[in-house]
């Protein structure tokens, strides 16, 4: 039988969260390593989701919406880890004149967010902020051990080609992407059912004032909408 990353999906996932070089370059020698590092980006998407699913609950969105709305949030997080892969692989190409497959990069990323699987955990009380922020680092850590195994870098060339991507898709995001930002602002309010309130002073002021102000708020924007204002 040919060994595939699928087949040894949880052996690499482990190997990519222990920061092991064999890992990295198992991933990119097995078949499937491209799809293998879609499932991993979309559970962690998910993942991260549930763990920011307080934010849903505040805003009161039904059952079956609140599920829907965790799905879009992971394909939309696989977008953001694809636009980060692009942005580090130009610069891999304009700073150290590496030119591969993106296909490298995409599989080298994606398994570095292997640790990411956990970002559920952001839920707890006291404790998500530290969690979320030790996961980013080890996320980051992973990725510059893949860089320097698959583009063949040193630790601090690997380092500087990760955070300089990542400098890049921000600058891009915020500027040329704000229209990708506003279409995906759009479908998670639409999916969700209501406008979400994600700031933390909107968040505290739904809580106070209950249920009221957010049918309140509802009722006012289907009011707008049939009198035609947006």
């Known amino acids: 039988m040919t060994q595939t990353a699928l087949n040894r999906f949880w052996e690499l996932v482990l190997g990519a969260i222990a920061l092991k070089e064999e890992a990295f370059e198992l991933i990119q020698s097995l078949p ?7 499932y991993i980006v979309l559970i962690a998407g998910f993942s ?3 763990g920011q699913g307080t934010v849903l609950f505040v805003n009161r969105v039904k059952p079956l919406r609140f599920f829907l709305s ?28 590496v030119n591969i497959p993106y296909g490298i990069i995409w599989c080298t990323l994606g398994f570095a967010y292997a640790p990411l699987i956990l970002s559920f955990l952001v839920a707890l009380p006291y404790l998500g902020v ?12 992973a990725f510059v051990m893949g860089l320097r195994v ?15 991507g990542w400098l890049v898709f921000q600058i891009v995001q ?14 998670s309010n639409t ?12 968040l505290e002021q739904l809580l106070q004032a209950g249920p009221q ?3 309140r708020d509802n009722q006012t924007n289907a009011g707008d909408r049939d009198n035609g204002e947006v």
């Open 32 to 38: 499937q390593g491209a799809i293998a590092a879609l």
């Open 48 to 50: 991260q989701a549930l």
């Open 70 to 97: 965790l799905l879009i949030g992971s394909v939309l997080f696989v977008f953001t880890v694809l636009f980060w892969g692009l942005s580090t692989w130009l610069v891999s190409f304009v700073l150290f004149k």
């Open 130 to 141: 530290p969690i979320q922020v030790l996961l980013s680092i080890w996320t980051l850590l």
């Open 150 to 164: 698959a583009l063949d870098l040193t630790a601090w060339q690997a380092l500087s080609c990760s955070v300089l």
């Open 174 to 187: 915020r500027t040329i992407g704000r229209p990708v930002a506003i279409v995906g602002k759009w479908l």
């Open 191 to 202: 999916v969700a059912g209501t406008r979400l309130v994600t700031d933390m002073q909107g």
């Open 213 to 215: 102000m957010l049918r």
